[in-house]
């Protein structure tokens, strides 16, 4: 093996170990999903209940697993927004909808993954803003029928993708496993890697500030619908 082989195969190793360091983070967060009430809980139920929607899938398929996971980057980040977009102002709401439609024209799987992930990070940042501040506290009660229907199908979708993020993250930590050491599985598995710190965050998140989003929903009578095995994902119009 010459050095520059020797190189890129390092740095593949040092990638993997990052993914697991990720994934031991996701682990943790599925301890912490039956400590909540509602949301959290019915999410903590099916796992230990074993609800798979990936059941009968092919362990090692990369780009089923690629693909399931920008579906999953999509509807974190359409959640996330919605949920923002409630207590926006015109020109705060202009902006979150020409990203999303932005977001919509691009046809590469792999670009609108990362276009959602980062969308996701940025609005996670301000709903904590929100929170942190009381802001969302104090106007989440006052807000009109319409947004408030939209936070509730906000939850709902985040928490379907919470769902499938846990058992992505135990497909992908299989599929990392199977590379070991052999450098033509550690290119192969590169696009696992690549998702699976989007998929912990939205694990750990769903118990973390999206759990205070649901108790404080629900302390302004917002209808927050439970999760079911056969739940479905709702267009949210932002």
Known sequence: MNEDTMTRTASRIAAMLTAGACLLSMNAAHAQLSALGGLASTIGGMLAGGANPLAGADAYDVDGFVRKSAELSEIAGRSVTAINAAFANEEQLSAKRAALAAIAQ?????????????????????????????????????????????????????????????????????MASQAGMNPMELVRMAPVKDAIP?????????????????????????????????SKAVVLNV
């Open 106 to 174: 691009l046809s590469d799987p792999k670009e609108r993954a990362a276009r959602y992930s980062a969308l996701y990070d940025a609005e996670a940042s301000e709903t904590k803003r929100l929170i942190d501040s009381g802001d969302m506290e104090k106007r989440m009660a006052a807000l009109d029928g319409e947004k408030k229907k939209l936070i509730g199908q906000a939850l709902l979708n985040f928490a379907i993708g919470a769902l499938q993020a846990a058992d992505l993250g135990r497909q992908g930590k299989a």
């Open 198 to 230: 989007m998929l912990a965050k939205v694990a750990f998140d769903v118990s973390g500030f999206m759990g205070t989003v649901v108790k404080l929903a629900r302390g302004a009578d917002i209808a927050v619908p439970k999760v079911g095995a056969d």
